[in-house]
T-cell receptor, first 111, second 118 residues
Framework: KNQVEQSPQSLIILEGKNCTLQ??????????LRWYKQDTGRGPVSLTI?????NTKSNGRYTATLDADTKQSSLHITASQLSDSASYIC??????????FGAGTRLTVKP | GAVVSQHPSRVICKSGTSVKIECRSL??????MFWYRQFPKKSLMLMAT?????????EQGVEKDKFLINHASLTLSTLTVTSAHPEDSSFYIC??????????????FGPGTRLTVL
């Protein structure tokens, strides 16, 4: 069954600290994996797109990794800021036209 | 990056009325648009896929007669919630895709519409 699992469900960290969010998937055939940031009451905004051949991709303080063999991806946030508080959603695309959303990780950065 | 707008951003209506939500791609043509709903603290749930000039494809469990989708042009899709009830209260989000398949294109999300049915 095509599934996307994210962990942890929620996370609280102090400002300035690093954190890593996980996304495991079982979908096939894999097309790409995308991480989105969704602020409360807003639409998701794309952070990174990982294709099969990409292992690591950075976007500012966000670094995404992908292990296509184990079907795992992570999103690492360095030097967290209060504005990083949001839900982070992993979306896996497959079959060229299908997609599965993870349930998201709700990150809270406290001062 | 590409921009997708939604209108209205918030709407409050009485039970039994119909509400139309617009989704526009402002600087690109979107042959495919998607409609999602999101309950508090939950992830997005795909409701339907809308292709320009053809009937929308609804996900299992979504009533097509209740959630009417029209994609009359390459830049506009509308979602009409017919005979709305309080349980339809939710955050509705649209997205537009700038290509024909997930291998290369990008999905841009709108800012969402908060529907409250009294």
């Amino acid at each position: 069954k095509n599934q996307v699992e994210q962990s942890p469900q929620s996370l609280i960290i102090l400002e300035g600290k690093n954190c890593t969010l996980q996304c495991n998937y079982t979908v096939s055939p894999f097309s790409n994996l995308r991480w989105y940031k969704q602020d409360t009451g807003r639409g998701p905004v794309s952070l990174t797109i990982m294709t099969f051949s990409e292992n690591t991709k950075s976007n500012g303080r966000y670094t995404a990794t992908l292990d296509a063999d184990t079907k795992q991806s992570s999103l690492h946030i360095t030097a967290s800021q209060l504005s990083d508080s949001a839900s982070y959603i992993c979306v896996v695309h497959y079959n060229n036209n299908d997609m599965r959303f993870g349930a998201g990780t709700r990150l809270t950065v406290k001062p | 990056g590409a921009v997708v707008s939604q209108h209205p951003s918030r709407v409050i209506c009485k039970s039994g009325t119909s509400v139309k939500i617009e989704c526009r791609s402002l600087d690109f043509q979107a042959t495919t648009m998607f409609w999602y709903r999101q309950f508090p603290k939950k992830s997005l749930m795909l409701m339907a896929t809308s292709n320009e000039g053809s009937k929308a494809t609804y996900e299992q469990g979504v009533e097509k007669d209740k959630f009417l989708i029209n994609h009359a042009s390459l830049t506009l899709s509308t979602l009409t919630v017919t005979s709305a009830h309080p349980e339809d209260s939710s955050f509705y989000i649209c997205s537009a895709r700038d290509g024909g398949g997930w291998s290369t294109d990008t999905q841009y999300f709108g800012p969402g519409t908060r529907l409250t049915v009294l």
